[in-house]
């Protein structure tokens, strides 16, 4: 394996090295807090309240789902094992309740399944080793391969069956809590009217006249709780981790079966892609003909924000595993649709239903006149108006690395109307959010983004350790979304800058990284203790980093790998050498002054590299890459011996 050794010194530390690494020594200490609070011993969380309904698996998995992502990263080895063990433990207090059967969702809806397995996605890709996640990767995968005995598949018509599917098979209807969808209702209220067809129902309040409210649950029930729905695409990552271990054919291929059937149903619908199909196979087949309607589609509820998401993840994962870069046109166009109908105007978050959420991400900008998009349709247009989704955007451009789609987020940035070159103080549960200002870094607009951006996630941990201090115990009995809010794990900031990735897609994505990082040490992932690292650039050709060890006394030794699934092939790599001259003689000036370096080319040739830090160094190589010219797969650690691609 080639090896590179860092020779210019660290003469003052990094402000952005230090910060980074007080962070991660923060998380450290909080997650522990967290965990002595609200799990018990064997893993699960300590709630005595209610679960009504189908809804609630996901909000238990929740707290925990960027765990494993801070152990990639460089966190203890006690991380993961806390991980794994939180896992388990939630997994037997959710079977107890009867939400799952043989460890996984009896059934509930991509949009929420989605939402707990970016969590076990975590876990395999941070120990692929470990055989018995490996096992439930591949039994959990094969729930929806056709022959499966679950019958969540149809490969005659193409589609997943119903809205609702998991390990006891396809489930009818959307929730018994919606048997009957009344005006009282008002949590619901700003998603408005699920069907808008229905005789004598057209707005909230028609909701409340005599039988209207049991005439719209059972047209739900029966319409929306049968057939295909876009959102089921998410369901392709569970087919994607699995193939991520032994690139098996039967992953694959149900992979491309499935993505080519609704690829095939946009490209009839003008190439935007519908959000419902029938039991027969047809778009359309219980809503009169037309493409949308489905549940979590683009009229109920969230539009855009569910479809969107589904779209993205389909084509991340079908682009995978057969690289073929038409397979972004099913999330590009719908992106395309929207931001087509743009308009300026002022934001009112009162008005959109994710207005709350806007609300913290554009803070005092929220005054201006800002470029709005419509996230939904019905039978009356497009409506329900927010910014446009930058998160949605950079990644589509982030995956594909091509130029129509970083103009598109170029274009839709410059005419966004809010100050977006600048780290706002918010954290969501994603979180994500802030890929905007990163992007400014990374084109050399924003020098002070490593800085800022590492303070404010210093300043969300400092946050939620307060509110775990502070919490009398109450928010454990009957809150299954106070853990979420609390979570101190921090690790969005943190992926942008040594993985070079932005979050994963929150509703069922896998995990993203352009590098990741071995401590040849301890032989396990992640930056050794002391090092840390800064993403300069990235792009199709080439990606340019900083690593930085700050340990005065001890060499750390750093294998980097290409991609996050080692499937890249990093061609050369560039970096600084010291030149003659330091440090100078003895008796020289009495100010310090900065060492003199030189570039150097070295051939790799492999998807990895050794680094190696003498004490108090630092290098900023430059990876010259061949994108995607090995298979992708789960990574363990990589020996010195072994035949590298």
Same mark, same amino acid.
């Given at each position: 394996?080639?090896?590179?050794?860092?020779?210019?010194?660290?003469?003052?530390?990094?402000? =952005?090295?230090? +910060?980074?690494?007080?962070?991660?020594?923060?998380?450290?200490?909080?997650?522990?807090?967290?965990?002595?609070?609200?799990?018990?011993l064997d893993g699960r969380l300590r709630y005595h309240g209610q679960m009504f309904g189908r809804d609630g698996v996901d909000d238990f998995y929740e707290p925990f789902f960027n765990w494993p992502t801070f152990y990639l990263l460089g966190g203890s080895d006690d991380i993961l094992a806390a991980a794994k063990r939180h896992w388990e433990g939630v997994t037997r207090q959710l079977t107890e309740r009867g939400f799952l059967i043989d460890e996984y969702e009896r059934g509930y809806d991509w949009f929420h399944q989605g939402e707990s397995l970016v969590f076990f996605y975590a876990l395999c890709a941070a120990d692929p080793a470990d055989p018995a996640f490996r096992e439930r990767a591949l039994r959990f995968a094969r729930l929806y391969l056709p022959g499966s005995p679950t019958g969540n598949y149809d490969p005659g018509h193409r589609i997943i069956v119903a809205p609702h599917n998991g390990s006891g098979g396809p489930r009818p209807g959307v929730g018994e809590? %919606?048997?009957?969808?009344?005006?009282? &209702?008002?949590?619901?209220?700003?998603?408005?009217?699920?069907?808008?067809?229905?005789? $004598?129902?057209?707005? =909230?309040?028609?909701?409340?006249?005599?039988?209207?409210?049991?005439?719209?649950?059972?047209?739900?029930?029966?319409?929306? $709780?049968?057939?295909?729905?876009? @959102?089921?695409?998410?369901?392709?990552?569970?087919?994607?981790?699995?193939?991520?271990?032994?690139?098996?054919?039967?992953?694959?291929?149900?992979?491309?079966?499935?993505?080519?059937? %609704?690829?095939?149903?946009?490209?009839?619908?003008?190439?935007?892609?519908?959000?419902?199909?029938?039991?027969?196979?047809?778009?359309?087949?219980?809503?009169?003909? &037309?493409?949308?309607?489905?549940?979590?589609? =683009?009229?109920?509820?969230?539009?855009?924000?569910?479809?969107?998401? #589904?779209? *993205?993840?389909?084509?991340?994962?079908?682009?995978?595993?057969?690289?073929?870069?038409?397979?972004?046109?099913?999330?590009?166009?719908?992106?395309?649709?929207?931001?087509?109908?743009?308009?300026?105007?002022?934001?009112?978050?009162? #008005?959109?239903?994710?207005?709350?959420? =806007?609300?913290?991400?554009?803070?005092?900008?929220?005054?201006?006149?800002?470029?709005? @998009?419509?996230?939904?349709?019905?039978? &009356?247009?497009?409506?329900?108006?927010?910014?446009?989704?930058?998160?949605?955007?950079? %990644?589509?451009?982030?995956?594909?690395?091509?130029?129509?789609?970083?103009?598109?987020?170029?274009?839709? *940035? /410059?005419?966004?109307?809010?100050?977006?070159?600048? !780290?706002?103080?918010?954290?969501?549960?994603?979180? /994500?959010?802030?890929?905007?200002?990163?992007? /400014? %870094?990374?084109?050399?607009?924003?020098?002070?983004?490593?800085?800022?951006?590492?303070?404010?996630?210093?300043?969300?941990?400092?946050?939620?350790?307060?509110?775990?201090?502070?919490?009398? $115990?109450?928010?454990?009995?009957?809150?299954?979304?106070?853990?979420?809010?609390?979570?101190?794990? /921090?690790?969005?900031?943190?992926?942008?800058?040594? *993985?070079?990735?932005?979050?994963?897609?929150?509703?069922?994505?896998?995990?993203? #990284?352009?590098?990741?990082?071995?401590?040849?040490?301890?032989?396990?992932?992640? *930056?050794?203790?002391?090092?840390?690292?800064?993403?300069?650039?990235?792009?199709?050709?080439?990606?340019?980093?900083?690593?930085?060890?700050?340990?005065?006394?001890?060499?750390?030794?750093?294998? !980097?790998?290409?991609?996050?699934?080692?499937?890249?092939?990093?061609?050369? !790599?560039?970096?600084?050498?010291?030149?003659?001259?330091?440090?100078?003689?003895?008796?020289?000036?009495?100010? @310090?002054?900065?060492?003199? @370096?030189?570039?150097?080319?070295?051939?790799?040739?492999?998807?990895? +590299?050794?680094?190696?830090?003498?004490?108090?160094?630092? !290098?900023?190589?430059?990876? &010259?890459?061949?994108?995607?010219?090995?298979?992708?797969?789960?990574?363990?650690?990589?020996?010195?011996?072994?035949?590298?691609?």
């Amino acid at each position: 394996m080639t090896t590179i050794s860092a020779s210019t010194p660290v003469i003052q530390p990094p402000e =952005w090295a230090v +910060l980074q690494r007080h962070l991660m020594a923060t998380i450290e200490a909080a997650w522990r807090e967290f965990e002595a609070k609200y799990t018990g011993l064997d893993g699960r969380l300590r709630y005595h309240g209610q679960m009504f309904g189908r809804d609630g698996v996901d909000d238990f998995y929740e707290p925990f789902f960027n765990w494993p992502t801070f152990y990639l990263l460089g966190g203890s080895d006690d991380i993961l094992a806390a991980a794994k063990r939180h896992w388990e433990g939630v997994t037997r207090q959710l079977t107890e309740r009867g939400f799952l059967i043989d460890e996984y969702e009896r059934g509930y809806d991509w949009f929420h399944q989605g939402e707990s397995l970016v969590f076990f996605y975590a876990l395999c890709a941070a120990d692929p080793a470990d055989p018995a996640f490996r096992e439930r990767a591949l039994r959990f995968a094969r729930l929806y391969l056709p022959g499966s005995p679950t019958g969540n598949y149809d490969p005659g018509h193409r589609i997943i069956v119903a809205p609702h599917n998991g390990s006891g098979g396809p489930r009818p209807g959307v929730g018994e809590e %919606w048997e009957s969808y009344s005006a009282t &209702h008002l949590g619901m209220k700003p998603y408005g009217l699920p069907l808008d067809d229905l005789d $004598g129902i057209r707005g =909230w309040d028609d909701l409340a006249a005599p039988g209207n409210a049991d005439r719209m649950g059972q047209a739900m029930q029966e319409r929306m $709780g049968v057939g295909d729905t876009a @959102v089921n695409l998410a369901a392709t990552s569970l087919a994607a981790n699995a193939w991520l271990y032994d690139n098996a054919a039967e992953f694959r291929d149900w992979i491309i079966e499935y993505v080519d059937a %609704w690829r095939a149903r946009a490209e009839a619908n003008n190439g935007l892609i519908p959000d419902n199909v029938g039991p027969g196979g047809k778009v359309g087949e219980l809503h009169s003909g &037309h493409w949308y309607g489905g549940h979590y589609g =683009w009229a109920w509820p969230h539009g855009l924000h569910s479809v969107g998401s #589904a779209a *993205l993840i389909a084509a991340s994962n079908d682009f995978l595993i057969r690289g073929d870069e038409s397979t972004w046109n099913l999330a590009r166009r719908p992106l395309d649709t929207v931001l087509a109908q743009g308009r300026r105007q002022h934001f009112d978050p009162k #008005a959109s239903t994710l207005g709350h959420w =806007w609300e913290g991400h554009l803070g005092e900008d929220i005054q201006y006149e800002i470029e709005l @998009v419509p996230y939904r349709y019905s039978a &009356h247009g497009w409506f329900d108006w927010h910014p446009a989704p930058i998160h949605f955007l950079f %990644w589509l451009w982030w995956n594909s690395g091509s130029d129509s789609d970083r103009l598109r987020l170029e274009q839709t *940035l /410059a005419r966004a109307g809010y100050r977006w070159r600048r !780290v706002q103080q918010f954290r969501d549960k994603e979180e /994500a959010g802030h890929e905007a200002a990163w992007y /400014a %870094w990374l084109r050399g607009e924003y020098p002070d983004h490593p800085r800022q951006s590492l303070l404010m996630a210093l300043g969300q941990v400092s946050q939620r350790l307060a509110l775990i201090r502070q919490d009398n $115990g109450a928010s454990q009995g009957d809150d299954i979304h106070w853990w979420q809010q609390v979570n101190p794990v /921090a690790t969005e900031i943190l992926s942008q800058q040594i *993985l070079g990735a932005p979050t994963t897609l929150y509703n069922g994505g896998l995990p993203a #990284a352009r590098l990741r990082y071995w401590d040849q040490e301890r032989k396990r992932p992640g *930056l050794p203790e002391g090092v840390a690292a800064l993403v300069r650039h990235l792009s199709n050709e080439g990606i340019t980093c900083t690593l930085v060890n700050l340990d005065p006394v001890r060499t750390r030794r750093v294998v !980097v790998q290409a991609g996050g699934w080692a499937e890249d092939r990093i061609d050369q !790599v560039t970096f600084d050498t010291l030149a003659d001259g330091w440090p100078g003689p003895v008796h020289g000036r009495s100010d @310090v002054t900065e060492p003199a @370096v030189e570039q150097r080319q070295r051939p790799v040739g492999a998807n990895k +590299l050794v680094i190696e830090l003498p004490p108090l160094t630092q !290098v900023t190589p430059t990876f &010259h890459l061949t994108r995607r010219a090995y298979p992708p797969r789960h990574q363990t650690y990589p020996t010195i011996s072994e035949g590298l691609r």
